[in-house]
């Protein structure tokens, strides 16, 4: 069962007292006796919304608190987490966009690396204004080797801050997941990472994405990290400033030697040289399944190369090139290999230049290729007849229903890399605590419905509302 409570700023304003506001006062102390009685695993607090929620089943509570304002913040979280100091079931922690200084993060992470807070395996700070204090006091954290998900998304560290960060991460370390997206540190930090990564090696899922990462040192030290890492599985350097030049530097360097299997390069201004690299990788690797090339620069001659690559590719499943600048000779010669595939799973090709006649050479395509299972094609100026022409011409009934036309008119990070975050952070975190049981709670405002660990969501606290333990209500009523 979960309960689903809405806040307003006057319930806030009156949630420490005794006050007009009986139905905020209830579900604090609710909140507080639940921290108090150590049956919280998950703790989510962040800003602009308005709801709670609390989710429980097999011996667990999930709180998700989304606040009005940033007054909201400032007033809940120093009693929440004096609160939380004795919290030994606690497994996750999440703040987003609540913008706390350095020293509030720093306090925050003090207070959660003591003994009382042993259980502490994931942890979310995203959105605020953490720097060399904070850092100081996650490499104290992460020198306790308890943290297996450590996400700092849109942060202040910098270069210094991320490297004595990384002073906490060593030998035996159980940490899996780092997300250091938007953080904005360059090449110092990145060559570092490659040092640590090289003599620890556990690292599973590295999001580097929203930095600038272009520079000579920073692709050296990237591709050695690729070349060299056994354990990473996902990278993302999306929108990471790389130019053709650098992206085709990057993947010659470590090309017959790449272990990663999800590799999200969205938002940069990779174009033939870069392709070509890419495809060369693509021929010999044996590991990546998915692939986000969206918003680039890819052109005809860079979709060809690896239109010629996926001939030879037996893993790759999943392709995005959606926003490049692929035109009707690029799409033929993709479509002339997609025709005999039997690899590929999901295709994204909307935003480009094919045009009509794009539309004609896929449906084409789709009349012999039987396994491909989504396919996004239409952008919004796109006419609703072509769409459906594109349907029509395939000829398997049952196969036509799994085709997806989509509008996508605008364009924001790749769904796939939110996807495959999410899903990591799902595995791993550790299982949550069993054997205790509670009962619901009563709403004014808003609604009861079943759920139980279902409830739970990702865990992942990037507040895109996809059910990753946002706090906001999504699929819970």
């Known amino acids: 069962m979960a309960t689903l409570v809405e806040y307003d700023e006057e319930d806030v304003d009156h949630l420490l007292n005794a006050g007009e506001s009986e139905f905020g006062r209830v579900h604090y102390e609710r909140l507080m006796q639940d921290i108090k009685n150590?049956?919280?695993?998950?703790?989510?607090?962040?800003?602009?919304?308005?709801?709670?929620?609390?989710?429980?089943?097999?011996?667990?509570?999930?709180?998700?608190?989304?606040?009005?304002?940033?007054?909201?913040?400032?007033?809940?979280?120093?009693?929440?987490?004096?609160?939380?100091?004795?919290?030994?079931?606690?497994?996750?922690?999440?703040?987003?966009?609540?913008?706390?200084?350095?020293?509030?993060?720093?306090?925050?992470?003090?207070?959660?690396g003591g003994g009382g807070c042993g259980g502490l395996c994931a942890l979310t700070l995203a959105q605020n204004f953490a720097g060399q204090e904070a850092s100081d006091a996650l490499a104290a954290l992460?020198?306790?080797?308890?943290?297996?998900?450590?996400?700092?998304?849109?942060?202040?560290?910098?270069?210094?801050?991320?490297?004595?960060?990384?002073?906490?991460?060593?030998?035996?370390?159980?940490?899996?997941?780092?997300?250091?997206?938007?953080?904005?540190?360059?090449?110092?930090?990145?060559?570092?990472?490659?040092?640590?990564?090289?003599?620890?090696?556990?690292?599973?899922?590295?999001?580097?994405?929203?930095?600038?990462?272009?520079?000579?040192?920073?692709?050296?030290?990237?591709?050695?990290?690729?070349?060299?890492?056994?354990?990473?599985?996902?990278?993302?350097?999306?929108?990471?400033?790389?130019?053709?030049?650098?992206?085709?530097?990057?993947?010659?360097?470590?090309?017959?030697?790449?272990r990663l299997e999800h590799l999200d390069l969205w938002g940069n201004a990779f174009g033939p040289a870069a392709a070509n690299a890419i495809a060369n990788v693509l021929t010999v690797n044996r590991s990546i399944r998915t692939l986000v090339l969206s918003r680039n620069r890819i052109d005809d001659e860079g979709a060809a190369a690896l239109g010629a690559a996926?001939?030879?590719?037996?893993?790759?499943?999943?392709?995005?090139l959606d926003a490049n600048e692929i035109g009707t000779a690029g799409l033929e010669r993709l479509c002339v290999v997609l025709c005999t595939d039997t690899v590929r799973k999901r295709l994204v090709m909307s935003g480009n230049a094919a045009g009509v006649e794009g539309m004609a050479l896929l449906a084409n395509m789709l009349s012999t290729n039987k396994s491909l299972q989504v396919l996004e094609v239409a952008r919004v100026e796109e006419t609703t007849h072509i769409r459906e022409e594109l349907r029509g011409d395939v000829r398997d009934e049952s196969h036509r229903s799994s085709l997806?036309?989509?509008?996508?008119?605008?364009?924001?990070?790749?769904?796939?890399?939110?996807?495959m975050r999410a899903r990591h952070m799902r595995t791993t975190i550790s299982e949550p605590r069993k054997g205790r049981t509670e009962s619901g709670?009563?709403?004014?405002?808003?609604?009861?419905?079943?759920?139980?660990?279902?409830?739970?969501?990702?865990?992942?606290?990037?507040?895109?509302?996809?059910?990753?333990?946002?706090?906001?209500?999504?699929?819970?009523?």
């Open 38 to 112: 150590d049956v919280v695993s998950s703790l989510t607090l962040t800003v602009h919304g308005r709801s709670a929620r609390r989710a429980y089943g097999s011996g667990h509570v999930k709180w998700a608190l989304v606040l009005p304002s940033q007054a909201a913040v400032d007033l809940l979280l120093p009693p929440i987490c004096a609160a939380l100091a004795g919290a030994s079931a606690l497994l996750e922690f999440h703040a987003q966009a609540t913008h706390l200084s350095d020293e509030a993060v720093a306090s925050i992470v003090s207070t959660l």
């Open 142 to 258: 992460l020198g306790a080797d308890r943290l297996r998900a450590l996400a700092l998304p849109r942060n202040r560290l910098g270069d210094e801050g991320t490297i004595a960060l990384l002073r906490g991460v060593r030998a035996g370390t159980p940490l899996r997941h780092l997300d250091l997206s938007s953080c904005q540190i360059g090449e110092h930090a990145v060559m570092r990472l490659a040092d640590v990564m090289d003599d620890v090696d556990c690292v599973e899922h590295l999001n580097l994405s929203g930095n600038s990462l272009d520079s000579p040192a920073s692709v050296e030290a990237l591709a050695s990290m690729i070349s060299r890492s056994t354990s990473l599985r996902f990278l993302s350097l999306a929108a990471s400033q790389l130019s053709d030049a650098s992206g085709a530097k990057l993947f010659q360097t470590c090309s017959g030697s790449v």
């Open 310 to 320: 996926l001939v030879a590719n037996t893993t790759l499943v999943e392709l995005e």
């Open 404 to 419: 997806t036309g989509v509008d996508g008119g605008a364009f924001g990070r790749s769904t796939l890399a939110d996807r």
């Open 441 to 477: 709670v009563p709403t004014k405002k808003g609604s009861t419905g079943s759920g139980g660990d279902d409830n739970r969501g990702d865990g992942d606290g990037d507040g895109n509302g996809d059910g990753d333990g946002d706090g906001d209500g999504d699929g819970d009523g």
